[in-house]
């Protein structure tokens, strides 16, 4: 029977973010590794390699599938109530501890990390999507800065279809493939981990890379939000937190931050869970530091009124949320207050029309067969 790393290398197609070097040698530019890859050799995300002097990229399927409410990925500020079709390959260029889509990311790292790929098409994907209701495709679960070809492939089918696209990423891009991606993903998700170089090296990264993509990303025009997820003891200091959303508020106060609560996940079972109390501080650092739309995640209904997005001119509720679910919808049809007519940074709906599903679930389930079956060679 093929191993998994024999089924991926398959299912690859030649690279558009690469140049070639001396000796057979080449330079990815998919993420801020920007490996130097000897022929026969993978990169440090072990999913793209090295075979006679041409960089091959994964093509042709995906590692895993699931519709979920917008409010998931986390996008507050973007068509809140949407469906989001959200996709994944396999592999990763950090290696977080704590990852919460191990399964995924971690694929040739881990060998406990089994997630069989499924074969798929950009038409079958967003046939799919739009059965679905889905008015969003997200390509997540796995970093999907190292995929972005396959990614590139699925959106310009989805957005020929009138699907929003977006990415959630950790943002350790390159200058290289924000260009590439720019006309194809509408919104930009990243996972800002830390603000210390040492904890980025911890997991696998740098930390400038991601700061300078962060930068880019707003520069470019993508719609950015911005995800920490707190975990005690590793990136809840004071100083840490304010250093981070000074940051981002230097960038602009308009940008979304979340923070979020941590839950011991895969091999980061020593810290202990976020307690309420370490978001809202970390909440409150964040409005301190300028920043105008501060949310705290994964604790629903026991953050107080932090899950909620408010008129930060008057104060008044434009939109009520518990965890993923949208309870009210109070913006106009141009996206602002309909108290004083603040215009609220975002991507809106000329008219909100509800919401689809507050909960993830899975496309194979509801009575739908699975359209997509493993690969095996
Ligand atoms: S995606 Fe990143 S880790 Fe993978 S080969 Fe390219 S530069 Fe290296």
Same mark, same amino acid.
């Given at each position: 029977?093929?191993?998994?790393?024999?089924?991926? &290398?398959?299912?690859?197609?030649?690279? =558009? !973010?690469?140049?070639?070097?001396?000796? *057979?040698? #080449?330079?990815?530019? %998919?993420?801020?590794?920007?490996?130097?890859?000897?022929?026969?050799?993978?990169?440090?995300?072990?999913?793209?390699?090295?075979?006679?002097?041409?960089?091959?990229?994964?093509?042709?399927?995906?590692?895993?599938?699931?519709?979920?409410?917008?409010?998931?990925?986390?996008?507050?500020?973007?068509?809140?109530?949407?469906?989001?079709? &959200?996709?994944?390959?396999?592999?990763? =260029? !950090?290696?977080?501890?704590?990852?919460? *889509?191990? #399964?995924?990311?971690? %694929?040739?790292?881990?060998?406990?990390?089994?997630?069989?790929?499924?074969?798929?098409?950009?038409?079958?994907?967003?046939?799919?999507?739009?059965?679905?209701?889905?008015?969003?495709?997200?390509?997540?679960?796995?970093?999907?800065?190292?995929?972005?070809?396959?990614?590139?492939?699925?959106?310009?089918?989805?957005?020929?279809?009138?699907?929003?696209?977006?990415?959630?990423?950790?943002?350790?891009?390159?200058?290289?493939?924000?260009?590439?991606?720019?006309?194809?993903?509408?919104?930009?998700?990243?996972?800002?981990?830390?603000?210390?170089?040492?904890?980025?090296?911890?997991?696998?990264?740098?930390?400038?890379?991601?700061?300078?993509?962060?930068?880019?990303?707003?520069?470019?025009?993508?719609?950015?939000?911005?995800?920490?997820?707190?975990?005690?003891?590793?990136?809840?200091?004071?100083?840490?937190?304010?250093?981070?959303?000074?940051?981002?508020?230097?960038?602009?106060?308009?940008?979304?931050?979340?923070?979020?609560?941590?839950?011991?996940?895969?091999?980061?079972?020593?810290?202990?869970?976020?307690?309420?109390?370490?978001?809202?501080?970390?909440?409150?650092?964040?409005?301190?530091?300028?920043?105008?739309?501060?949310?705290?995640?994964?604790?629903?209904?026991?953050?107080?009124?932090?899950?909620?997005?408010?008129?930060?001119?008057?104060?008044?509720?434009?939109?009520?949320?518990?965890?993923?679910?949208?309870?009210?919808?109070?913006?106009?049809?141009?996206?602002?207050?309909?108290?004083?007519?603040?215009?609220?940074?975002?991507?809106?709906?000329?008219?909100?029309?509800?919401?689809?599903?507050?909960?993830?679930?899975?496309?194979?389930?509801?009575?739908?067969?699975?359209?997509?079956?493993?690969?095996?060679?």
């Amino acid at each position: 029977m093929a191993t998994l790393q024999e089924i991926l &290398s398959e299912n690859v197609r030649e690279s =558009d !973010l690469y140049e070639k070097l001396d000796r *057979n040698r #080449v330079r990815c530019f %998919a993420c801020g590794h920007c490996c130097p890859i000897p022929d026969g050799q993978p990169g440090v995300c072990k999913v793209r390699f090295n075979r006679g002097g041409t960089l091959y990229v994964p093509w042709g399927y995906v590692g895993g599938i699931q519709c979920d409410p917008i409010e998931k990925k986390p996008f507050f500020h973007a068509y809140p109530g949407a469906l989001a079709y &959200s996709f994944g390959m396999l592999g990763c =260029d !950090l290696h977080c501890a704590y990852c919460q *889509n191990w #399964v995924t990311s971690q %694929a040739l790292r881990d060998p406990g990390a089994v997630s069989p790929p499924l074969g798929a098409t950009p038409q079958e994907l967003v046939e799919q999507a739009l059965d679905l209701g889905a008015k969003v495709i997200v390509s997540t679960y796995n970093e999907p800065l190292i995929t972005s070809e396959w990614a590139v492939a699925v959106f310009r089918e989805a957005k020929a279809a009138g699907l929003i696209t977006g990415y959630v990423s950790n943002g350790n891009a390159t200058p290289q493939v924000l260009e590439y991606l720019r006309p194809w993903v509408d919104l930009y998700k990243v996972d800002l981990k830390s603000f210390d170089d040492r904890h980025y090296r911890q997991l696998g990264g740098r930390l400038e890379p991601i700061l300078d993509s962060i930068r880019r990303l707003h520069a470019m025009g993508f719609w950015l939000e911005l995800v920490t997820l707190i975990i005690p003891g590793f990136n809840d200091s004071d100083e840490e937190l304010t250093r981070m959303a000074e940051f981002l508020a230097g960038i602009s106060p308009d940008i979304p931050w979340h923070v979020t609560a941590f839950h011991k996940d895969y091999k980061m079972t020593d810290p202990d869970d976020t307690p309420p109390e370490t978001l809202l501080r970390a909440a409150r650092i964040g409005k301190r530091a300028g920043l105008r739309f501060v949310y705290a995640g994964n604790l629903p209904g026991r953050t107080e009124d932090w899950e909620n997005t408010q008129c930060p001119n008057c104060r008044t509720l434009l939109i009520e949320r518990c965890g993923f679910r949208v309870l009210r919808y109070n913006l106009t049809a141009t996206g602002a207050c309909p108290s004083c007519g603040h215009a609220i940074p975002g991507r809106w709906y000329p008219a909100y029309k509800g919401q689809l599903a507050a909960m993830p679930f899975l496309p194979g389930r509801r009575g739908r067969p699975s359209r997509f079956s493993i690969l095996s060679s």
